[in-house]
């Protein structure tokens, strides 16, 4: 058997916190770094009758991206309970929604790849962060002690969940990516994977190509790396393949990927959802969003159509790459000035900064052909402030023939002895032409250029 004949099945879970001003259900303020415990109150620390209000712009921010991932917008959508325990939930549960999220169906299409099914966006509170601290250090098990910081604990969290349509290890990359730029882009979170504002859990299963059904799944819980997301479901692949080849048989289990050993390791068996022991929040009423409030809702050009719309033009991953470093609209600037795409997509990518109003200077001063050299300069200008384009090329007469021929001549006629010297078979002296020329120009003349117009008087 050959693993070619395996597919890989993978969904994933994505939370991204979102941008509020304060968390999800009191009025203690979201600060990145703040001091520990420094930003907590009886309801986010569950105080006995502290009750929870929810936090209107996070259900905006949620709306938002279920719009822009044209999900069906529940009219009643109900918080939960989700019950566990662990040090990091004073509450002894999290504030969740469960049976009827805020958004159910939609759908993510990866430009020049699949359309990802979005199974919901659910809004809900993160947990409070635990340091692990002496013996194995950052793990739980075998520290000497656990510290908790309460600040994170509230914080409002959007959990965005695929349906298993993605492929491989590239597919997942790039739906990953692309939903983080949404979700920037939307000005809805910063979703930071350095900052643990934004996460994931992958489930990864691997099944025969037309293989009906799917085959039980790991869960690589609490990623944040994209690199380890990329090898942990390599790894999980591979790992699965292996033992489906030896004639075992696996089940349903979570990991956790070490990029030391590049390797995944049991965390834990993985609790069927009912023991969450689910059941709707009796301190909220459901939340129906009202119809002007959706209809207030305005979307950007999101970053799927943007990079469809440039791979008209250009090809593919230029425009990914134009879109995920936001120089696209620098293309775009200059392309509409009449650069061509290819020039202008190259352009975006590789100069520096420049200013949306001076891109027609700039396009002028493309177009034109000038060197390298002289085109920096303007650039560096366009950055720094306007720029000017008649008197740029003006200043950087480079291959204008009509500007060069008397600069020449002049040359020419100033050095009888070393034309004398060219005509009598010496043709090396041409490097003392062109330098000559290029001194007198301040080096902007064109070489080439200037090459051709000494031949034909040298030869002449
Ligand atoms: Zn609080």
Redesign the pocket.
């Known amino acids: 058997m050959s693993s070619s004949e395996w597919e890989a099945v993978i969904g994933l879970e994505v939370h991204a916190h979102l941008k509020t001003r304060t ?1 999800m259900f ?1 009025r ?1 303020e979201l600060e990145y770094g703040a001091a520990e415990n420094t930003r ?2 009886p ?2 620390l569950a105080h006995p009758g502290a009750l929870p209000v929810p936090n209107g712009k996070a259900i905006e921010h949620t709306l938002k991206l279920g719009l822009a991932l044209g999900c069906e917008i529940s009219k009643h959508a109900i918080f939960a309970r989700k019950n566990y325990f662990y040090p990091d939930l004073p509450k002894g549960y999290q504030i969740s929604q469960y049976e009827a999220p805020l958004c159910g169906k939609g759908a993510l299409q990866i430009p020049g790849g699949p359309r990802i099914g979005i199974t919901r966006a659910h809004l809900e509170e993160d947990a409070a962060k635990t340091v692990h601290a002496g013996g194995a250090t950052g793990r739980s098990v075998g520290a000497d002690y656990s510290l908790v910081d309460f600040n994170r604990g ?1 914080t409002p969290l959007l959990e965005i969940v695929s349906e298993p349509d993605l492929r491989s290890a590239d597919d997942a990359d790039r739906y990953l990516r692309l939903l983080r730029q949404t979700i920037v882009e939307l000005g809805i979170g910063d979703a930071e994977m350095e900052k643990g504002t934004l996460r994931a859990d992958v489930n990864v299963s691997v099944r025969k190509q037309g293989e009906e059904g799917f085959r039980p799944r790991w869960e690589l819980k609490n990623m944040n790396s994209f690199t380890y997301i990329r090898r942990g479901i390599e790894a999980a692949v591979r790992e699965q393949v292996a033992a489906y080849e030896r004639g075992e048989t696996l089940e349903q289990s979570t990991y956790d990927y070490d990029p030391d050993t590049n390797r995944l390791a049991v965390h834990r068996s993985k609790e069927e959802a009912d023991d969450y022991r689910y059941f709707p929040e009796p301190d909220l009423v459901p939340v129906d969003p009202p119809r002007e409030l959706l209809d207030s809702i305005e979307l950007p050009e999101l970053p799927a159509e943007r990079i469809a719309r440039l791979a008209e033009h250009t090809d593919l991953d230029a425009a990914w790459e134009l879109v995920f470093s936001g120089n696209d609209w620098k293309a775009q600037a200059l392309a509409e000035h009449g650069v061509e795409w290819k020039a202008a997509a190259a352009i975006a990518m590789n100069r520096g900064d420049f200013r949306p109003e001076n891109a027609a200077a700039l396009a002028e001063i493309v177009r034109a052909n000038v060197t390298r050299e002289a085109l920096d300069d303007a650039f560096a200008a366009a950055a720094s402030g306007s720029i000017d384009s008649a008197t740029y090329l003006a200043q950087t007469a480079v291959s204008d023939e009509s500007e060069l021929e008397p600069v020449i001549d002049a040359i020419l006629a100033a050095n009888p002895g070393q034309v004398e010297t060219y005509r009598g078979g010496k043709e090396g002296v041409l490097g003392f032409f062109v330098g000559a020329v290029m001194r007198e120009t301040q080096g902007k003349a064109d070489p080439k250029v200037v090459n051709r117009l000494l031949l034909e008087k040298l030869r002449g």
């Open positions: 968390k009191c203690c907590t109150c309801v986010c509230g």
